[in-house]
Each structure stands twice: as C-alpha cells, then as structure tokens.
C-alpha cells in the first residue's frame, strides 16, 4: 500500500462503520509503516496499516472491537485486499511496552478518527526493533528530529520505553550501528 491507498482504505472504514450503525467516534493510533508513507511521505510501501484502538484496551470483551473487525473485513472484501490490511495486533504490544502518547487527531472519516503520534515516538519504537528494513526511516526521522549522536537518540528512546525493555531488545547494540 502506499499513502493514498491507505487514506483511501481508512475512509472505507469510517463509512463503512457508520454503515453498521456505529455513530460513536472509533480512535484509532496509527503507527509504523502507514505514519512513515502518511506523515513523512516514506516512498516505501508497506502490507498493512498497523493501529492501536486507542477505545478498546480489551479486544476479547469489547463489542465495539467485533463490529470493528467485521467492518475491516468488508473494506477487504469490497476492494479485494487482504484481510490483514488493517493490523490491531501491535496495541498490546504498545501498552506493555510503556508509555504510548495520545497522539494529534490527523483525519476523520465518518465515525473514524485517525490520531498520530510524535515522529519522536515512531523513531523510539523503530530504533528498539533495530531491524534492517527500518534503517532508512531511521535516518529519516534522525533528520526532521534533528538527532544527531547516540546520546540524543538514546535520551529519546528514555522518554518512551523502560531501560529493561531496550536491554532485551539489544537497544545498545542498534545504538551502536546507528551512531558509530
């Protein structure tokens, strides 16, 4: 997907949910990939759109969350994409992680709202996966933050995500590559 697909998939949704009889707002947090092409305009294209239900902090008891899912199918469906183009599963991960910002509300689509986090938040999150496929967004968010050395990005990393959590994730070790 690229960015103008997503938009175009987020807007399925949001009608798509109203469609259902949802009139409530349904936040979501977008992160990774889909920020990258959305909010740094990222050339890279990416599978899904990974969120956290900023609404629903229990999947397995939360109504909402089923009609959410059916809703997320029927865009699938309609526009022959995969299932998995909408991906959910990364929330917990975020909760457990530490601290996951609000975020500013970017689009609205019908009863959709679409938040963003800081690109200070999406940087902390790729520098702790370390995975290759994230190293020219790294570079990118180091530019527009204006991290420059390792003790900046390492204070930022600080601000998001406990020091035990960046150890089993061999933070240093990425630090190191990143900021010879």
């Not at 949910?17 to 990416?46: D, E, K, P, W």
């Not at 089923?66 to 998995?84: D, H």
């Not at 003790?151 to 406990?162: C, E, H, K, M």
Request: one cysteine or more.
């Amino acid at each position: 997907m690229q960015a103008q697909d997503i938009e175009m998939h987020l807007a399925d949704l949001g009608q798509e949910l109203y469609n259902m009889g949802v009139y409530c707002h349904v936040r979501i947090l977008m992160v990774r990939g889909a920020f990258m092409l959305t909010q740094m305009h990222s050339i890279r294209m990416t599978n899904d759109v990974d969120v956290l239900l900023k609404d629903i902090d229990d999947p397995t008891i939360s109504p909402l969350y089923g009609v959410f899912r059916t809703a997320v199918r029927a865009v699938a469906s309609r526009r022959q994409i995969s299932s998995t183009w909408m991906n959910d599963l990364i929330g917990d991960f975020l909760r457990d992680l530490g601290t996951v910002p609000n975020g500013i509300l970017w689009r609205t689509y019908a009863v959709l709202e679409v938040y963003v986090p800081e690109a200070e938040y999406i940087l902390a999150l790729k520098l702790l996966a370390g995975r290759q496929k994230d190293r020219e967004d790294i570079r990118m968010l180091c530019q527009q933050i204006s991290i420059q050395n390792r003790n900046q990005a390492q204070q930022l990393v600080d601000r998001y995500i406990p020091k035990e959590t960046q150890q089993v994730n061999d933070l240093d070790d990425t630090l190191s590559d990143l900021f010879p």
